[in-house]
């Protein structure tokens, strides 16, 4: 009898028909911990799923993963629920993941820590960043769903405390997978509007209900925008991300319409009183002023104007004498010069003057005469010189000097022995 052989795909592939048959292994949760978690770039995710005894791969692909609202991290204990087959390829059994929550705690929880702490970190939540609400409010959008409580409250509260406020309504989806980016969409819309507030929320619900207000395409959008955002998200226990990154949270949607606009009665008795103040203040700054009138009006040159001009007429008569005397001052000291100019001899005897000079100058010049070394020379004498400085002395020369002696008719070049 010739035995029946079988090739190791066979193998492969008959285990993993006889798993996919395992009731229980077809839809099954696991608990455990995460560890060498990765995405590829294929978007599906690899990981291990480890107890203090075993482990098991596992997988989730890309069409699950993208249903996560955590991003799972080594460490982390959850619950996995999924299928195990045997990947034939490898020969391997692994699990493949549908679904990931973490034990004991959601994964909407997980990931509402998760995005909170990122988007802290990143300075979306820093107070510098947030825009004041407008007091006296003319124009205020609304982005909410069309229909539901959350819009009737707004809107009524609005128009019951400030009815001259206008209110745009920007309809837009609030639950479900695709009311984030609607949401994002029509706060992009409301911010072409040149509005003065705009108001992004809706009623109460389960945080699955809320969840969109807790995306991160949302709070960026509400970071992004222009206009100042109050959130106004459930009820005044449920806090989202919107709230944290908005310029303001409202605890419900009418506490959002309460802080979006003031009390028109109280805006009335607002001006009324600052118009009895004003009012006030000029009647009282009349009555100043009217005091100070009459106090100038009762004032001695007021009364007797004439006199600013008998004081001025008398310091023009002083100012008058003063110039006058001076003048004669000036003129009579300029006479006595010109007299005295005129009296000295120079002027009288000019030609005596001029003799008395050219006698000076001709002794003058003999002295330089007597002074002039040539004609010591014409008497006789000799002049010694060592590169033209004259030798006053013996002490002045030495063996080897070369001399030269000028006489009255020529130099003799000599040398010293």
Not at 12 to 24: F, G, M, S, T
Not at 32 to 48: D, Q
Not at 219 to 235: F, N
Request: net charge positive; with cysteine; hydrophobic share 35%.
């Amino acid at each position: 009898m010739q035995e029946e052989y079988c090739t190791v795909s066979q193998v492969n592939a008959y285990i993993n028909r006889k798993l996919k048959r395992a009731a229980k292994l077809k839809n099954i949760y696991i608990k455990g911990e995460i560890s060498n978690f990765k995405t590829y770039p294929s978007g599906h995710s690899y990981f291990t799923l480890k107890d203090e005894k075993s482990q098991i791969p596992a997988v989730m692909f890309k069409t699950y993963k993208r249903f996560l609202k955590f991003e799972p991290q080594n460490g982390m204990k959850v619950i996995v629920k999924g299928k195990i087959e045997v990947y034939e390829k490898d020969g391997k059994y692994q699990l493949y993941a549908s679904r990931i929550t973490e034990d004991g705690i959601g994964a909407l929880h997980i990931a509402f820590e998760q995005l909170k702490k990122k988007l802290d970190k990143e300075g979306l939540f820093d107070d510098t960043h947030k825009k004041e609400i407008p007091k006296y409010p003319k124009r205020i959008g609304v982005v909410t769903a069309q229909t539901g409580a959350a819009i009737r409250d707004i809107i009524k509260t609005i128009k019951r405390r400030y009815p001259i406020c206008e209110v745009l309504v920007f309809s837009t989806l609030v639950q479900g997978d695709q009311a984030a980016p609607n949401i994002v969409r029509q706060i992009k819309h409301a911010d072409s509007f040149n509005l003065d507030t705009l108001i992004v929320g809706r009623g109460g619900g389960s945080i699955e209900d809320l969840w969109p207000f807790n995306e991160e395409i949302v709070a960026r959008a509400i970071y992004e925008c222009e206009t100042p955002v109050i959130s106004a998200v459930g009820h005044e226990i449920d806090w989202t991300i919107s709230d944290y990154v908005a310029d303001m949270r409202a605890h419900t949607p009418t506490d959002a319409g309460m802080i979006a606009v003031p009390e028109l009665n109280e805006v009335k008795y607002r001006v009324s009183q600052l118009s009895a103040n004003l009012n006030k203040n000029i009647n009282d700054r009349i009555t100043q002023n009217r005091t100070k009138l009459e106090n100038i009006s009762q004032k001695q040159i007021f009364k007797h104007p004439e006199n600013i001009y008998e004081m001025q007429r008398m310091t023009l008569d002083k100012l008058v004498d003063k110039l006058g005397f001076s003048s004669k001052n000036i003129i009579s000291e300029n006479r006595n010069k010109l007299f005295r100019l005129e009296n000295r001899n120079v002027l009288k005897n000019p030609e005596e003057i001029t003799k008395m000079k050219k006698e000076k100058f001709a002794k003058n010049i003999a002295k330089l005469e007597v002074l002039n070394p040539l004609l010591t020379l014409k008497r006789g004498y000799t002049i010694a010189k060592i590169d033209e400085k004259v030798i006053s002395s013996v002490k002045d020369v030495k063996s080897g000097d070369k001399l030269d002696v000028e006489f009255d008719d020529g130099t003799i070049n000599t040398k010293v022995i």
